[in-house]
């Protein structure tokens, strides 16, 4: 079992940045990628960005150029530094990280952090 906390979420005006930390800990179990979801009232679950263990990213086109993620693997940490933020990216933003089991994979997630962005 893998637990994933989340943090750094909260309200802030359009324009301005927010940064979001994640921290895996649980058995030792091996992550192969972290990343980030979001999730607006009355929508489905989106990615925002992910981050596999050889250090290839992948961004939502709705956040490239504004969002950058990051992995501390040491610490089995991941970031998301969010700048030029917009109304449209409030929404609860979910970690997530993707462990092989053997068969295939699992994926944990975290309890989510309320990202809102005023106008």
């Known amino acids: 079992q893998v637990q994933l906390v989340e943090s750094g979420g909260g309200l802030v005006q359009a324009g301005g940045s927010l940064r979001l930390s994640c921290v895996a800990s649980?058995?030792?179990?091996?992550?192969?990628?972290m990343g980030w979801y979001r999730q607006a009232p009355g929508t489905e679950r989106d990615l925002v960005a992910a981050a596999n263990s050889g250090g290839r990213l992948n961004y939502a086109d709705s956040v490239k150029g504004r969002f950058t993620i990051s992995r501390d693997n040491a610490k089995n940490m991941v970031y998301l530094q969010m700048n030029s933020l917009k109304p449209e990216d409030t929404a609860v933003y979910y970690c997530?990280?993707?462990?092989?089991?053997?068969?295939?994979?699992?994926?944990?997630w975290g309890q989510g952090t309320q990202v809102t962005v005023s106008s």
């Open positions: 997530v990280a993707v462990c092989p089991n053997g068969l295939g994979s699992d994926e944990y």
């Open positions: 649980g058995n030792g179990a091996d992550i192969s990628a």
